[in-house]
């Protein structure tokens, strides 16, 4: 598949757990779709991964990228949160630099650095030997296969589908691994716009193409991340950046599963977060809060939108009734919103008591 076309609209497959009613009516689908199920409905970024022993012991001796493309490991990774927390959804196992990775990019996770490139893609020239590039559709079945797996295992319980935001990948490419300030990102929009956009665009279509394979396969949701996002200006977001990013979910707009957009530290830009949303053609939609914004001011600033967070996950190492009342105010500022699902401000720390959290499900579920 060219990732300057997209792949012809067609109707979800019968056996899709939308379709077929198994996730129809599951709490987080009727909660991302307005409406207030019977329980809040809870699930965690981050939720499968380090925080678990499970995690750790099957994960022995194969590295982050061969995790995420072997379809069993995959799949049981992605199933174990679900199985130890009760959680409301689960959310497929994955990096947001895979989909580089396919198309045949040079990068991998080092330990305690993060992704790392094969080398920075600053230039024109570079750029341009980037975007020749294409995701074969073949390249795609590990991760149609690992969707299936885990679907199959998941029942009434549904699966989000997990993409990396156009501006953190092309982030990553540009400074050649992660950063705190993203500058050579922020200087290329800006200096060289065109070959910005070029880049933007690639990763927009890689992504889309990521999402439309896991929902094609059985995700009854998705979310883009945007880890990066709060780097920048409301000016740049809007600018430069927004258009990449209803592209990337445009991919997936025709099939009609709900659609998360969340970032870090994206306070100032929760307004055009749900735009992107809205322009994309994600009919049914949620913005992702971070703990730096209390639920109840982000609903003044949306209206009418469902919102998804924003427990403090500092807080899941304090004291259990620390947890617990802060756990309450959110749920009851989260009452703002036409619909919400509990979810972390970001992702679970690598070194949280799963007891914890299966705590903070058990609390949701009786508020």
Do not use: K
Not at 330 to 347: C, E, K, M
Request: proline share 8%.
């Amino acid at each position: 598949m060219n990732l300057a076309t997209l792949a012809p609209g067609a109707a979800l497959p019968a056996d899709h757990p939308l379709v077929d009613g198994r996730t129809a009516s599951a709490p987080l689908v009727r909660a991302l779709r307005g409406d207030r199920p019977e329980r809040l409905p809870v699930w965690f970024m981050r939720q499968a991964g380090r925080s678990l022993p499970e995690y750790r012991e099957v994960r022995q001796g194969t590295s982050m990228l061969d995790s995420c493309l072997r379809p069993d490991l995959a799949s049981e990774i992605t199933l174990q949160p679900v199985r130890r927390h009760g959680v409301d959804a689960g959310i497929f196992f994955s990096d947001i630099v895979v989909p580089l990775r396919l198309a045949g990019v040079g990068v991998d996770i080092a330990p305690g650095v993060g992704p790392v490139m094969d080398q920075p893609y600053r230039t024109a020239d570079d750029v341009e030997r980037l975007v020749a590039r294409s995701l074969d559709d073949d390249a795609l079945t590990p991760i149609r296969e690992a969707v299936a797996l885990t679907v199959a295992e998941l029942g009434s319980t549904p699966l989000i589908g997990f993409g990396g935001a156009p501006f953190t990948l092309a982030a990553y490419l540009g400074q050649g691994r992660p950063s705190r300030d993203h500058l050579a990102a922020r200087t290329m929009m800006h200096a060289a716009p065109e070959t910005w956009n070029r880049l933007v665009s690639w990763t927009a279509d890689l992504t889309g193409a990521f999402l439309r394979a896991q929902v094609q396969a059985g995700a009854s949701a998705v979310q883009l991340f945007d880890s990066w996002a709060g780097s920048l200006s409301r000016a740049d977001y809007t600018d430069r950046v927004a258009g990449a990013s209803a592209r990337a979910l445009s991919h997936v707009a025709d099939l009609g599963v709900p659609g998360i957009h969340f970032g870090t530290g994206t306070g100032h830009l929760l307004g055009e977060m749900r735009d992107v949303l809205v322009s994309a053609g994600v009919r049914d939609h949620a913005v992702g809060v971070d703990y730096r914004t209390p639920l109840d001011e982000a609903a003044g600033v949306l209206p009418g939108v469902p919102l998804q967070g924003n427990v403090d996950p500092a807080l899941l190492a304090a004291p259990w009734p620390v947890l617990e009342a802060h756990v309450r105010d959110v749920a009851a500022r989260g009452s703002a919103a036409p619909a919400h699902v509990l979810n972390l401000g970001h992702g679970v720390p690598p070194d949280t008591d799963p007891e914890v959290l299966t705590r903070v499900v058990d609390l949701a579920h009786s508020l």
